[in-house]
């Protein structure tokens, strides 16, 4: 698995895996459970990809046209 972005917030990430998904590309959200779970606001909240995603992945994060 590749890291493809850190949040600020699980709805930041949520967004982003949506957004990915609408794309075709399966994200996970590792640190979901843990963060709402504990009740935490951290920085770092990572979004990942399978490791044959992650240009992609960045692409279509950056706005371009994967």
Sequence with gaps: MTTVAECSSTDEAMV?????????IAAFVPDELTV?????VSP????????????TA?????????
């Design 16 to 24: 982003l895996r949506s957004l990915l998904a609408d794309c075709g």
């Design 36 to 40: 709402t779970y504990r009740g935490m």
């Design 44 to 55: 770092g909240i990572r979004v990942q990809v399978a490791d044959e995603d992650a240009e």
């Design 58 to 66: 960045r692409s279509i994060l950056e706005g371009r046209s994967p």
